[in-house]
């Protein structure tokens, strides 16, 4: 069903949540209510935006095919496709406008290939009354045209990137307005690989959408239905898909860069990276909804992929080299007046203990299925255990990555737990050369020391850091997850019930931390993190608190937009969509908790984490 809505713009911007996510698996596009494509990152996630109108209304570039005068208007998926309709209508009429990267008609997205064509298709078709379709391209930084047969050759400015735009109907440059009726049809394909430029055919371009459609839905047939929420679960899924740089597995954290987490702050980050963190968390939601393949080649990528020998870095660029340096675009106003507007992260330069324990939780996973590990990789792995040994005590950034001093995270010494009892596992396991027995010991150790040096008798609960003068921190409820310290564990429980009473919005939502009391280097407010809520929601099932743990699954997933598409974060005061979007850890996470209540709803006792080999 239809949810019109009207348009309405603060700062002159779009909601995020008014927006849809379209790509290939290498490229992607956000596509606005308004039939504004307004960020497009192509031939990769992580190349220059062609488009970033969402970054600069002005400056930033669009591709736009809408009526004059939308008053209203409504999106939607085609069912377990990444294929977007967008219907708009004005006072003379009504247009749907269909959006999809082309892929190739024998293309299977479960496996490595590049299944898209270079082509982003744009068909729009008026439904009744009559309408003055407005077509536009604006390529950032401006573009020189050369008119050829059946279209345009565009050569931008500010990258050396060539396109072609072909149209239905002749247009007399990249700024024009054309007359439609009801039941005429107007239709677009941008090139940006080389092709031989064709007449746009409406029949070829609704054939196209049509192959399309039939690639996704294929693939989309293997998720798993048997699980609360499905619709939604299979939303995320395909959304995780389109994250997924399929030459070779890699999974970025978002398509988008800058989209700030506080309105007019500074916390704006570029998320087009693929995070050796969400490696672990990402393998385990997808192979238990039925996707083994998407989880094998992530893990290939960061075992074998993602350049790390000594000191494995915090994120990668998707072809597994270090990202550009973070600099900042002053050319760009930002969203909604919030600059700064960041290219690259410097995050991958921080020191991060908790890698040790992501990568061994990723070779574990990988064994657990079947994975071989090679000497040269176990050697690797093994020099990552020692490392993790003493690391735990050290100070570093954390899984928040602050612009500030390390401390000793608690997050980061459980990670280094991890890497320690998997390392042992997989030694006894696979009769690996090591210290296993060593690695074993040092890893029940260390919980019992981040039970006793992360509790706070006067916050009673677990804190951010190891020693005195901690404050709460939401990462905690990622513990039982990673099989550190059960759900159920009095100080755990302790630790669940003060997050949600100091660190939640009193209806599910949940901070991170609170800067004031949590220094991170940017000192300013921010919304409130989804994926946090859903830890929640698990740890919430590993107590045995079942019904609660339902209710708060149910009220996250109200969050998400019409699409079922969710963000970064929240703010709780508007329930306005903050940060990069869509978020692919919001996803995961709304994914494992409705595995988790699955197994409640069978009678099962909910797995917080794998369970192979734990036994």
């Known amino acids: 069903m239809k949810q019109w809505k009207r348009l309405e713009r603060r700062d002159g911007y779009l909601p995020i949540a008014d927006h849809g996510l379209i790509g290939d698996g290498r490229g992607s596009a956000l596509v606005g209510r308004d039939g504004a494509i307004s960020f497009m990152c192509v031939p990769r996630f992580d190349s220059p935006p062609l488009l970033c109108g969402l970054l600069d209304r002005h400056r930033g570039g669009h591709l736009l095919v809408a009526p004059h005068d939308v008053r209203q208007s409504a999106q939607r998926y085609v069912d377990d496709t990444a294929v977007l309709v967008t219907d708009m209508r004005t006072p003379t009429g009504a247009v749907e406008v269909t959006d ?43 573009a020189q045209l050369t008119r050829v047969p059946h279209g345009w050759h565009v050569d931008c400015v500010q990258r050396p990137l060539h396109l072609h735009l072909a149209c239905s109907h002749p247009l007399t440059g990249l700024d024009s307005t054309i007359r439609l009726t009801a039941g005429e049809q107007f239709s677009v394909i941008l090139d940006w690989e080389p092709h031989t430029p064709q007449r746009v ?41 389109l994250l997924d740089y399929m030459d070779n597995g890699a999974i970025v954290a978002a398509p988008t860069s800058s989209l700030p987490e506080c309105i007019g702050g500074t916390r704006n980050w570029d998320y087009r990276y693929a995070w050796i963190r969400d490696a672990a968390y990402a393998v385990f939601a997808l192979r238990r909804i039925g996707l083994p ?158 039970l006793n040096e992360a509790w706070d008798d006067e916050t009673g609960a677990l804190t951010e850091h190891l020693g005195t003068g901690g404050a709460l921190d939401s990462s905690l409820l990622a513990l039982p997850l990673r099989r550190v310290v059960p759900a159920d564990h009095p100080r755990m429980r302790a630790t669940a019930r003060a997050i949600a009473d100091r660190l939640g919005d009193g209806r599910g939502l949940l901070y991170r931390y609170l800067p004031k009391q949590s220094p991170d280097g940017i000192g300013q407010p921010e919304g409130a993190f989804l994926l946090c809520s859903f830890w929640m929601v698990d740890n919430l099932a590993g107590q045995g608190r079942i019904d609660e743990a339902h209710q708060l699954f149910d009220q996250l997933c109200s969050c998400a937009n019409p699409l079922g598409l969710l963000p970064e974060q929240i703010d709780p005061t508007t329930g306005l969509f903050l940060g990069n979007f869509p978020q692919g850890l919001s996803h995961v996470g709304l994914i494992s908790s409705a595995v988790v209540l699955a197994r409640t709803l069978r009678g099962a006792r909910p797995e917080l984490s794998t369970h192979a080999w734990f036994s």
């Not at 078709?125 to 536009?136: F, K, N, W």
């Not at 939604?232 to 899924?237: D, G, I, N, P």
């Not at 009892?421 to 040092?442: F, N, Q």
Request: overall charge negative; glycine content about 8%; some cysteine.
């Open 293 to 450: 393949n998407e989880a094998g080649r992530f893990l290939d990528w960061a075992l074998t992929t993602a350049e790390w020998r000594d000191q494995p870095r915090v994120l990668y660029d998707v072809d597994g080299y270090a990202p550009a340096p973070e600099t900042i675009d002053d050319e760009l106003e930002g969203y909604r007046n919030s600059p700064p507007v960041r290219w690259g992260n410097a995050a991958a330069e921080q020191t991060q203990h908790d890698v040790y324990g992501e990568i061994l939780d990723c070779a574990f996973q990988w064994s657990a299925t079947g994975g071989t590990l090679g000497s040269d990789l176990w050697l690797r792995l093994t020099s990552l255990a020692q490392k993790a040994r003493t690391a735990w005590s050290t100070p570093d950034h954390g899984i928040w990555e602050v612009r500030t001093p390390g401390r000793p995270f608690t997050y980061s010494a459980a990670m280094c737990q991890v890497a320690l009892d998997r390392a042992a596992r997989l030694s006894h396991r696979l009769d690996l050369p090591g210290d296993a027995d060593t690695w074993a010991k040092e890893a029940r150790h260390l919980t019992d020391r981040i």
């Open 201 to 241: 055919e409406h029949d070829a371009v609704e054939a196209a959408l049509a192959q399309t459609t039939r690639v996704w839905q294929r693939w989309s047939a293997h998720i798993v239905r048997a699980v609360p929420q499905p619709d939604l679960v299979r939303r995320s899924a395909i959304t995780l898909k």
């Open 100 to 142: 999809a990267f082309a892929l190739h008609p024998a293309a299977q997205l479960e496996v490595s290939g590049r299944p898209g064509t270079g082509k982003l298709l744009r068909s729009a078709r008026v439904t009744h009354g009559e309408v003055d379709l407005h077509v536009s391209l604006q390529p950032r930084g401006g």
